[in-house]
């Protein structure tokens, strides 16, 4: 079975500040991992992915993600943000595979908040 | 637009009083999900359909149906509401089962049952 941990479950962080939102994992298999942001009043939408290769995973908007195996993590990081990143994010895993229902497990949100 | 649609948004009901959630795909999307989201809790899978006419339960199906007869629509069906069951409601779907396919989510459903 798979999890995934959001420790932080409220991140304030000022205008233009970095930000690092942690996830770690726990999965007997290989895992694909992903970030998804919700933002207020709004869907979830695929923030970046990490599937295979170079462990460093970028978004179009700045922000990108780290796979670390040893330490099964894949904290998301943003070297300076802005308020439109004011969101809900949240890190999932899935079994590494392309066959049935491998399902995305969720972490548990981190509100970002951007303070001006 | 390619879009997941879900009605209504906002829902307030009754104990006991049979409702249907509707979701809609316009991406000719094979696999359809359903989610809710809870504070603390993050999102948990409902029922998920793999195909039309392919469905199977998720995490947390009880007091739950799905049906798949069209490849666009997923709706959800709560026959006999309960309190426990407010919470926020999200369809999702993707291009096929595989989970490195990005799955798109629809806008949410605020269910409260009183």
Known sequence: AQSVTQLDSQVPVFEEAPVELRCNYSSSVSVYLFWYVQYPNQGLQLLLKYLSGSTLVESINGFE???????????????????????????????????????????????????? | EAQVTQNPRYLITVTGKKLTVTCSQNMNHEYMSWYRQDPGLGLRQIYYSMNVEVTDKGDVPEGYKVSRKEKRNFPLILESPSPNQTSLYFCASSLTAGSSYEQYFGPGTRLTVT
């Open chain 1, 65 to 116: 993600a780290e796979f670390n195996k040893s330490q099964t993590s894949f904290h998301l990081r943003k070297p300076s943000v802005h308020i439109s990143d004011t969101a809900e994010y949240f890190c999932a895993v899935s079994g590494g595979t392309n066959f049935g229902n491998e399902k995305l497990t969720f972490g548990t949100g981190t509100r970002l908040t951007i303070i001006p």
